[in-house]
């Protein structure tokens, strides 16, 4: 399908605000291509470069040596700004930051009306986007009376609405109950299986993680796992020395598995997990 974001090399720190001071690189040489329509979770624990990995998606923050490409452009160029922009939305955390307008639809119009969309265009594309995210029917609503999985899914409807091709989300369910998280995460599944946008999702949660095309695991500043949640989460030694948890139920089988059983160690979830002891119960 080819890729729609690429990092070459990408090195970025921050300013120290003491002179002297240089801090130590936030991303470290990361090299990664993010293909058109996948559905990528990105894992790591705190401070280990998530977000500012994020943040250089779209040009918030720009590289210190190597290249980030958006579809070609080039994030350190200036002119290209605007259209990276167009082209990767970013949802951030916290929910009552994001939100700009004291009506639902007009949040989510803020963002089209700022490209000079038409005001008919406008209209049409809201309506869409708040069916997308399946919150139509409070398009009327004021935002801070919506809970915070509709508030989160609000915001992804003003991204939708800019009509990006591929949407990153730092940590969006992080302040949310488990009803708004998994609004959130399944909302994000369907945009990205029927509309076929590229999804970036950050986050801690195993759970989320195992749903994903691919996981990528951070540390330091560096990629150090990267492939299927299946070969990922089988590397459970590397997990948990980087202060990540893995799934529950592969935890079980690994625990199983070391006290001389013999169940696969690749298992993701209870069901799978449920499968393996069934079957281990039968062989007897
Ligand atoms: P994560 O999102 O995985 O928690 P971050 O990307 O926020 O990690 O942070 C990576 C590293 O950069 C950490 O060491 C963090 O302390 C540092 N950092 C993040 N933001 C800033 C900032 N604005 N100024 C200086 N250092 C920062
Ligand atoms: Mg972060």
Do not use: W
Not at 78 to 95: A, C, S
């Amino acid at each position: 399908m080819g890729s729609i974001i690429e990092f070459d090399n990408v090195c970025f720190r921050y300013e120290s605000d003491e002179e002297n001071q240089i801090l130590p690189l936030a991303v470290d040489n990361v090299s990664l291509c993010i293909e058109k329509g996948s559905f990528v979770a990105i894992l790591g624990h705190n401070g280990s470069g998530k977000s500012t990995l994020a943040k250089l998606t779209n040009a918030i923050n720009i590289p210190e040596s190597g290249t980030v490409t958006v579809k070609g452009m080039n994030t350190s160029d200036e002119g290209f700004t605007d259209e990276i922009r167009k082209t990767v939305g970013m949802v951030f955390q916290n929910p009552d930051n994001q939100i700009v307008a004291t009506i639902v639809e007009d949040d989510v119009a803020f963002g089209p009306e700022n490209l000079g969309v038409a005001p008919s265009e406008i209209r049409r594309r809201v309506d869409e986007a708040l069916k997308a995210v399946n919150m139509y029917d409070f398009r009327n609503s004021e935002p801070h009376k919506l809970s915070g999985g509709q508030k989160q899914r609000v915001a992804i409807a003003g991204v939708i609405a800019m009509q990006t091709e591929c949407i990153v989300l730092d940590e969006p369910t992080a302040m949310l109950d488990p009803n708004g998280r998994k609004e959130v995460l399944s909302t994000v599944r369907k945009l990205n299986e029927e509309l076929g946008i590229t999804i970036i999702f950050v986050t801690h949660f195993m759970d989320e993680a195992v749903t994903a095309d691919r996981v990528i695991v951070m540390d330091s500043g560096k990629v150090i796992i990267d492939g299927t949640p299946r070969e990922v989460f089988s590397q459970a030694d590397k997990l948990i020395d980087v202060g990540l948890d893995i799934p529950q139920a592969t935890q079980l089988a690994y625990a199983l598995n070391a006290e001389g059983i013999d169940i696969a160690t690749d298992i993701l979830d209870e069901n799978e997990c449920a499968e393996a002891i069934y079957k281990l119960l039968r062989s007897k």
